[in-house]
């Protein structure tokens, strides 16, 4: 009888264990086209960047590629996220306002480019198919259109 409930833990403990193991506590999600825009105005507020030169951007369907340009040691330490106000300007089309926030602590004199790729799925606005993107710093705003 002893035999059997040991037998039974030793099959039940290990399932039980995996069943606590869970990948979906990553703090930036990632989405087909990349990480997905946090819509957060307190962040968005509170946000500040580091220095970086903006190399370009495209929009291709509801991924935004930025391609960024920094000094560091190799760039593998760098974050990049994009962050929405949350507020939709009532304009046609409607407006949104976003920062793009580069956090570099390498302390080296090497330059390197690196990109990034952006979800924007979360910016449409509901009862339309094109929202204009603000983002702070950028030269020009992006018509981000959807279906």
């Known amino acids: 009888m002893k035999l059997s409930k040991i037998v ?32 957060d105005n307190a962040f968005f507020e509170s946000a500040v960047s580091g220095d970086y030169e903006l190399v370009g951007f495209n929009l291709n369907e509801d991924c935004l590629n930025i391609e960024v340009t920094a000094s560091g040691c190799d760039g593998e330490t760098w974050s990049m996220v994009l962050v929405d106000s949350g507020e939709v300007a009532e304009s046609i089309p409607e407006q949104r306002y976003l920062k793009f926030v580069f956090t570099n602590e390498e302390a080296c004199l090497a330059v390197f ?27 020009e705003v992006i018509n981000y259109l959807y279906p």
Do not use: H, Y
Request: charge should be negative.
């Open 113 to 139: 480019n690196q990109s990034r790729v952006f979800n924007l799925t979360a910016l449409r606005v509901d009862g339309s198919n094109e929202v204009v993107l603000n983002i702070e710093g950028f030269p």
């Open 8 to 39: 039974v833990a030793c099959i039940c403990f290990p399932l039980l264990l995996m069943n606590t193991q869970c990948d979906d506590d990553d703090d930036i999600q990632q989405s087909d086209c990349g990480q997905f825009v946090i819509v």
